[in-house]
């Protein structure tokens, strides 16, 4: 069974520019979260999907990030425009309906604003 | 708020030995998970040991094991017979019941297992 799969594994961008992160789920999780790490921090929680329906944004930095679940299969997290600080490891998960407790993580998009 | 405080920001031990990283962490709730997650240099995150808070049995997977004290609000790994593979990134992490997959994480602590 394949994990969850995230895409780019890097990026390098200007700031001002647009960069949108993919992440795919492991097949049959309604539950889909974002999570970053900003360099040194720690690992921020982003957003909560159920389904296609955003659950919980709360961790969103600001309105230059926008999250999408169509479907309620894959998700992107658009960035634009990016700007230095949102460099950072974008991380991720994926848990099965009431399984909360048990998230999935991917290896995460390593984004660098220059 | 809930906090999660690991305050060693690295740590070495060599190979067979025994090492525990620490973990304090800070909240009101009495319902809540515990976790500990590896991330390695391939940079995926894996779940290494996860503890419930009503359970006072400390939880243990191969050689992983917590020392799990829920009055002092701690919550330590501990690593026995180190290998060179557990060489990572080790995050403790915080989970409300109420806030499903809303995680709560650590700072981190980088270990390296020596031969």
């Known amino acids: ?114 | 708020a809930q906090t999660v405080t690991q305050s060693q920001p690295e740590m070495s031990v060599q190979e067979a030995e025994t090492v525990t990283l620490s973990c304090t962490y800070d909240t009101s709730e009495s319902n809540y998970y515990l976790f500990w997650y590896k991330q390695p240099p391939s940079r995926q995150m894996i779940l290494v040991i996860r503890q419930e808070a009503y359970k006072q049995q400390n939880a243990t997977e191969n050689r992983f094991s917590v020392n799990f004290q829920k009055a002092a609000k701690s919550f330590s790994l501990k690593i026995s017979d180190s290998q060179l593979g557990d060489t990572a990134m080790y995050f403790c992490a915080f989970m409300n019941y109420n806030q499903g997959g809303k995680l709560i994480f650590g700072q981190g602590t980088e270990l390296s297992v020596k031969p």
């Open chain 1, 1 to 114: 069974e394949a994990g969850v799969t995230q895409f780019p594994s890097h990026s390098v961008i200007e700031k001002g520019q647009t960069v949108t992160l993919r992440c795919d789920p492991i097949s049959g999780h309604d539950n889909l979260y974002w999570y970053r790490r900003v360099m040194g921090k720690e690992i921020k929680f982003l957003l909560h999907f159920v389904k296609e329906s955003k659950q919980d944004e709360s961790g969103m930095p600001n309105n230059r990030f926008l999250a999408e679940r169509t479907g309620g299969t894959y998700s992107t997290l658009k960035v634009q425009p990016a700007e230095l600080e949102d460099s950072g490891v974008y991380f991720c998960a994926s848990s099965p309906a009431g399984g909360d407790e048990k998230l999935f993580f991917g290896s995460g998009t390593q984004l660098s604003v220059l």
